[in-house]
């Protein structure tokens, strides 16, 4: 397998076939039959058996189990990879050198196939710097306290402890996305159950051994200075650490858990969002459907029902927000306008096409108008014969004014009866005392229009 | 019948009821070239077939109308387009306005107006329904001038003339272009040409209502 990986690298990076004269007397050392035959067996090429070195330090790209540092020195020395671990690993517990210098070349050293290393990029990035910065500053001053606390075992423990944590902080904001999906998976391996392939075996095992040295490190703390009077901050660390040591053996299994909570809360909600629509297009579009087959023999009746549904429907579709509270008394002009629309058009079977210009608060003026205006609709959707009336209402600066319009029949205004007292009084009178102004045009064969105008400066002030 | 007086129409739309529908309406007065019921091929059919008008339904899966209107017009500029659609929502008739078609008109108009429609598109005129215009009314309202001189970058097609907007107010109170004519005492060819100059203005003008309201539904 090594033999293999070699081969490849050679055969792949122009920087393995750059040879110095080291390299050279190294390969042909090497090429000795006796050493490889004790090493490898007989069918693998001899420069196999031992590494060859290769420039320059980079970390390397695959087969590393936490950021490439240990591969890339392995083979910057031409030493099997599994030793440099195992010197690291032990190094690491001599007041944590080897952390600190695992995260410092994790950071200094450029990635196998990427062109710059993460420390480069992260002083490139000035606000990214910033905020290492900050945490970094409040890190030590924490330890400063700590210390003047006076907590002798802090320092052989807590130095390494912040170094190496801020290390790996900058690594995770700064690692290129390749990178980044790598330690998402390192993350989300699952520490007991789901473990399906060899590769998540040796994330568990690493996860396994930092979580478990970590708590070693928090219950040591705990034993030193539960017996100790007064050291309930050097208790409290030891704590911590022992819950840092948790948290990153459990973290995986947690953090599942988490997320299977939410996507089911989110399925549930769809699920009622879907049933709440299946409620009202049952309670409407339904019912009014069998209501329709019911009444098919008066195309009037019909219409009437069908228009009345398609309003209902559109406005649940485009003005969710007005459907829900049209059930209140209107504040608004465009709100009024819209019950005027629906009562002419259920009461009267009558389309009612309405467009509004502006909106306005109600006050008595324009309540009057709308009054006036509701009158003319009616008269109209009763009198006029047209199948739909026009309703345009403006709101301008200093003018509110309303048009409603049919191309009926029309009627002559000198032939109406004096008895009938719909436009002369609910119309032109009404917006008379209301301070406005109402015109009715109308001509045989050719419709009616009825205008309404409000001066709107002396309704506001 | 000579070319001139049946414009060739293409439809675009995704239920088959609507588009028989329409075809039975229009009838012997235009010449039907061709059927989509969906973007893509709609966008091929309608560069192959160079139709004079495409009757274009706004809601369709797959980008809507819009997206029918930006791959054609890239290729055949001189294509007009009507946008028929059932919902009057100001946000679905200024995208496809602003994307080049010269009209909107709602689904329920009836057989003659809608084949009017069709023929004014066809000589390059525009046509308004009545929310359309009500819609141009809300948003080029005339506010204090004061503010409008300070957001206005071309006041030339930030605002209305008052003719435009007169014009625009009849459209909205339901007056047909002729009816118009006689109560402006102008000719039709002139509420025609105001029309057009509004549709100009609606499709170019960056003011501030119109360009902050189609982006904040992401229409820009």
């Known amino acids: ?461 | 019948m000579s070319d001139q007086s049946v414009p060739r129409v293409f439809l675009v739309d995704d239920h088959a009821l609507l588009r028989s529908g329409i075809r039975a309406e229009l009838g012997d007065n235009v010449e039907v070239v061709g059927e989509a019921d969906e973007v893509e091929a709609a966008i091929e059919m309608i560069i192959e077939r160079a139709p004079d008008v495409v009757l274009l339904d706004v809601h369709m899966p797959g980008g809507g109308g819009k997206a029918v209107l930006e791959g054609v017009v890239k290729h055949s500029p001189s294509i007009r387009f009507l946008a028929l659609s059932v919902s009057d929502a100001a946000e679905d008739v200024i995208a496809v306005i602003r994307a080049g078609a010269c009209g909107y008109v709602t689904k329920n108009i009836s057989g003659t107006e809608l084949i009017e429609a069709v023929r004014r598109v066809a000589s390059g005129d525009a046509v308004f329904s009545r929310h359309l215009a009500g819609f141009v009314l809300d948003a080029f309202r005339q506010e204090s001038t004061e503010t409008t001189r300070m957001t206005s970058f071309d006041p030339e097609l930030d605002q209305l003339t008052p003719r435009e907007r007169e014009v625009l107010r009849l459209i909205a109170r339901g007056y047909a272009y002729k009816e118009i004519a006689v109560e402006l005492k102008i000719s039709v060819k002139t509420v025609e040409s105001h029309v057009s100059a509004v549709l100009r203005k609606l499709q170019l003008s960056n003011r501030y209502q119109l360009t902050n309201w189609a982006s904040e539904r992401r229409l820009l």
């Open chain 1, 1 to 461: 397998m090594l033999a293999k990986r070699a081969m490849a690298i050679s055969g792949l990076s122009p920087i393995a076939e750059r040879r110095s004269p080291w390299q050279d007397q190294c390969i042909t050392e090497t090429s000795n039959p006796s050493l490889a035959d004790s090493a490898a067996p007989q069918s693998t090429p001899p420069s196999a058996s031992r590494r060859r070195i290769e420039r320059p330090l980079l970390r390397s790209d695959d087969g590393c189990a936490l950021g490439g540092v240990c591969d890339g020195v392995a083979r910057r020395l031409g030493l099997p990879t599994k030793s440099v671990r195992a010197i690291w690993t032990l190094t690491a517990f001599i007041f944590g050198v080897g952390a600190i210098a695992y995260v410092t070349l994790w950071i200094t050293v450029t990635r196998r196939g990427e062109t710059s290393s993460i420390g480069s990029r992260t002083v490139r990035d000035r606000r990214e710097l910033q905020i290492i910065l900050a945490i970094s500053t409040l890190v030590l001053a924490i330890l400063i306290a700590l210390q003047a606390i006076g907590l002798p075992d802090i320092d052989g423990v807590g130095w390494p402890v912040a170094v190496t944590g801020l290390g790996g902080l900058v690594v995770w904001r700064k690692c290129s996305s390749d990178e980044r999906l790598r330690l998402q998976e390192l993350l989300n391996a699952a520490p007991v159950s789901g473990i399906t392939s060899s590769k998540s075996w040796k994330v568990v095992a690493l996860r396994a051994t930092v979580g478990i040295t970590l708590a070693a490190i928090g219950i040591g703390l705990l034993s030193k200075n539960g017996s100790r009077s007064g050291a309930a901050a050097g208790a409290l660390v030891g704590a911590m650490v022992l819950g840092a040591g948790f948290f990153t053996l459990f973290a995986p299994w947690w953090l599942r858990t988490l997320r299977e909570l939410t996507s089911e809360r989110r399925e549930r909600v769809r699920a009622q969002e879907r049933a709440d629509m299946a409620a009202h297009l049952h309670d409407s579009v339904l019912q009014t459907l069998s209501l329709i087959q019911r009444s098919a023999h008066d195309p009037v009746e019909v219409a009437r029902l069908a228009r009345i549904q398609e309003r209902d429907l559109r406005s649940w579709l485009f003005r969710p927000a007005a459907f829900w509270t049209r059930a209140e008394s209107p504040s608004t002009l465009v709100q009024a306008a819209a019950d005027i629309e629906r009562d002419v058009e259920d009461n009267y079977g009558a389309a009612v096409e309405l467009v509004v210009v502006g909106d306005c608060p109600l006050d008595v003026a324009v309540s009057a108008l709308l009054a006036a205006g509701r009158e003319a609709t009616i008269n109209a959707a009763k009198w006029s014969r047209a199948a739909s009336i026009s309703v345009f209402i403006e709101v301008e600066a200093d003018l509110v004014s309303m048009f409603v319009r049919d191309l009926g029949t029309g009627f002559e205004l000198q032939t109406v009866p004096p008895d009938r007292h719909g436009i002369s009084r609910s119309i032109i009178e009404r917006m008379q005392r209301a301070g406005g102004h109402a015109v009715v045009r109308s001509a045989l064969g050719e419709g009616t229009e009825v205008a309404l105008t409000l001066p709107r400066s002396h309704a506001q002030l």
